[in-house]
Nanobody
């Protein structure tokens, strides 16, 4: 398994921006599909974005055009740039890793970080 450590969460006003980072402890980072998920209090965990080994990206509809996922294989890090944040984006954000296969299903990801809290005030 890969150890993942998220950072970059915090409190921001609606309309603001945050950039989340997730550092992975593996020498084969470039072979992993990386994903971001989130879970709000009282709600189920939901897919946010994923990036494949080759850089293909996919997003949930509600964050398209506001969030951008990217990766830096030299730094073993995946990012989530979040712009135009809304109160409904408030959640605990998790980074996840899946070897090789592109997927958006949380059940397919075998490694998870501890999460970083994002709170958007109105």
């Amino acid at each position: 398994q890969v150890q993942l450590v998220e950072s970059g969460g915090g409190l921001v006003q609606a309309g603001g921006s945050l950039r989340l980072s997730c550092a992975a402890s593996t020498r084969t980072f470039s072979s992993y599909t990386m994903g971001w998920f989130r879970q709000a209090p009282g709600k189920e965990r939901e897919f946010v974005a994923t990036i494949s080994r080759t850089g293909s990206t996919y997003y949930r509809d509600s964050v398209k055009d506001r969030f951008t996922i990217s990766r830096d294989n030299a730094k073993n890090t995946v990012y989530l740039q979040m712009n135009s944040l809304k109160p409904e984006d408030t959640a605990l954000y998790y980074c996840a890793a899946r070897w090789w296969v592109l997927t958006m299903d949380a059940q397919d990801f075998g490694s998870w970080g501890q999460g970083t809290q994002v709170t958007v005030s109105s």
